[in-house]
């Protein structure tokens, strides 16, 4: 009898899991209409996971330009810009697994790095960084990442 309900709690699991693993993939457009207008998803939901297209240092409301002053603030401006996508998708920034940046001048490391270490703590996400030349709009940094971020019990986004 013991071995009859492990063996159906077992499958239940299986169950579950399979079904899960067989859902659709989310895409997520942006609430802005002229982002939303881009060839791409603001995000994609995968089962657990929130994968989120590169973001640059755009100021949402200031026809999208750049933050102006260099690498600092286009930076804290991407970061943001981050944030906000999460945020919108019910995750936070300690919800990270995973950032690639990429930087038009390696030589802007150190200075991406230091407002890097204000948005995201120990543990840190995963990261690779490389340098890209011909970012959109001449933008100094893009920064893409991956969250686990489970959809709630109850609820579809």
């Not at 026809?63 to 981050?82: C, M, R, V, Y």
Request: proline residues 6%.
């Amino acid at each position: 009898m013991r071995w009859c309900v492990s063996a159906v709690g077992l499958s239940l699991c299986f169950l579950a899991a399979a079904a899960c693993a067989g859902e659709r993939p989310e895409f997520l457009a942006s609430p802005d209409p002229a982002a939303a207008a881009l060839p791409f998803s603001e995000a994609v939901r995968s089962g657990e996971l929130l994968f989120l297209s590169g973001q640059i240092g755009t100021v949402p409301g200031a026809d999208n330009a750049l933050a102006k002053g260099g690498i600092g603030p286009e930076a804290e401006q991407t970061l943001s810009n981050i944030r906000a996508v999460l945020e919108r998708h019910g995750a936070s920034m300690r919800d990270v697994v995973k950032c690639t940046v990429f930087l038009a001048d390696i030589g802007d490391w150190p200075a991406f790095n230091a407002v890097y270490r204000q948005h995201f703590s120990a543990p840190f996400p995963a990261r690779s960084a490389l340098a890209a030349s011909g970012l959109a709009m001449g933008a100094k940094v893009e920064v893409e990442c991956i969250a686990q971020a489970p959809r709630k019990a109850g609820k579809r986004r």
